[in-house]
């Protein structure tokens, strides 16, 4: 059994830098003064501009280290699809996220996180992906950084169906990142958020398991809690139960998706059950 190491999602922090509340490039310093945690997770959705200017993240990466946080992962959202079945647009996917692998490393980060979409028939899509992916992990595999999958719904949601496009890619700088709450099967982003329209979910309890094996991160994902500060969605107590008795080493990542408490309050919240859970198993 490891020891407890917890990070911070950005996307936590998703509606305050949206509004302008809070500015991204001081995401680091915010994680550590705001709420005692030292490693983060950053979302290229508030980077958009910055992504191939090396200057600005030699800079975040100074101002991490200067607060003596971790960069751990970049995760990487809205570029085209790494499955597409066109083979060009699945290049143009490949190559656009170069810039990314480029930010994390000079983050300091272990990890890139992207999606696993794409078109066509189920064996299509698996081939289509096997290509994207393992085009994009050879490149990045050469600047020392991993390419992580996570269960964002559809068919990425399925662990086993991902875990195989794993074992054809066949290269150890491809993994996962599994989401304690993102396994709708019908749904892309695969939100199991009881208000979203999830009709069919994968079992989280099973996808973790699959996905652990090649994990380089956990994502806790939280919506909603009762008044003892339970999650009432997730079964954390299962779930970290299970990432506790696995060869797992990582960082547990903070992600509050709720949309009743404030995004402080969410922060705060799921770090303590985190931290209360994970004291109480053996």
């Known amino acids: 059994m490891s020891e407890l190491k917890l990070s911070l999602a950005q996307w936590s922090l998703h509606r305050a830098l949206e509004k302008g509340e809070l500015k991204a490039v001081n995401f680091a310093r915010d994680a550590k003064e705001s709420y005692g945690i030292n490693a983060v997770e950053y979302v290229n959705q508030f980077y958009t501009t910055q992504a191939s200017d090396?200057?600005?993240?030699?800079?975040?990466?100074?101002?991490?280290?200067?607060?003596?946080?971790?960069?751990l992962l970049m995760m990487v959202d809205e570029e085209v699809q790494l499955g597409d079945i066109d083979k060009n647009k699945r290049t143009i996917s490949v190559e656009a996220h170069y810039k990314w692998v480029h930010a994390a490393k000079l983050l300091g980060c272990h990890s890139i996180r992207v999606n696993a979409f794409g078109t066509g028939?189920?064996?299509?899509?698996?081939?289509?992906?096997?290509?994207?992916?393992?085009?994009?992990?050879?490149?990045?595999?050469k600047e020392n950084i991993h390419v992580?999958?996570?269960?964002?719904?559809?068919?990425?949601?399925?662990?086993?169906?991902?875990?195989?496009?794993?074992?054809q890619v066949n290269n150890p700088f491809l993994g996962t990142l599994p989401d304690f709450g993102n396994w709708c099967l019908n749904e892309e982003w695969g939100s199991t958020d009881p208000l979203k329209q999830c009709t069919n979910s994968f079992d989280p309890m099973e996808g973790l398991k699959t996905f652990l094996p090649y994990a380089k991160g956990v994502s806790a994902k939280s919506y909603y809690f009762d008044s003892d500060g339970n999650e009432t969605q997730l079964d954390f107590h299962k779930l970290l139960e299970i990432v506790k008795n696995s060869e797992f080493d990582g960082h547990i990542g903070i992600e509050y998706e709720g949309e009743r408490l404030s995004e402080p309050d969410g922060i705060a919240?799921?770090?303590?059950?985190?931290e209360k859970v994970w004291s109480s198993l053996r």
């Open 148 to 167: 992580l999958l996570e269960n964002h719904g559809l068919h990425t949601s399925n662990a086993h169906f991902m875990v195989g496009i794993i074992q």
């Open 121 to 141: 028939s189920p064996d299509d899509l698996e081939a289509s992906l096997v290509d994207g992916l393992g085009r994009l992990t050879e490149y990045a595999a």
């Open 269 to 274: 919240t799921t770090k303590k059950l985190i």
């Open 54 to 71: 090396e200057s600005f993240w030699n800079e975040m990466a100074r101002k991490a280290n200067d607060h003596g946080v971790e960069s």
